[in-house]
């Protein structure tokens, strides 16, 4: 059984009450002089959409993902095992990433 998923961006209204941006209390600079005419744009293509809608959105995206950390995963050759998630943070420290593939460098870390 699937599902369909409205893109986000087919999604709210073009302007709605949904502005939870307050006002600024500074002066405004003026964009021109900051971004060049041609980088600005006369509409955002951003949907107006609630913090609470986006949120389900995306959340609703990430159960539509399967991995380890949602149930078991059928794994395949030796080569693909587990590896639990510290293994993977310890191989990523400095001192174990740049290890340059040289016997002797490698003896020395595995002693």
Known sequence: MT???TLIFNKGTKRSQHNFIPEMDID???LA???PSS???EDL???DIPEVEIVRHYT???RKNYGIDS???PLGSCTM???PKINEVITRLPAFSHIIHNQEYVLQYLQ
């Open 71 to 73: 149930g078991i995963y």
């Open 3 to 5: 599902s369909k998923l």
């Open 60 to 62: 609703e995206l990430s």
């Open 33 to 35: 002089e900051i971004i």
């Open 28 to 30: 405004r600079a003026d």
């Open 39 to 41: 980088f600005q744009r």
């Open 81 to 83: 095992k587990y590896n």
């Open 45 to 47: 293509p951003l949907p």
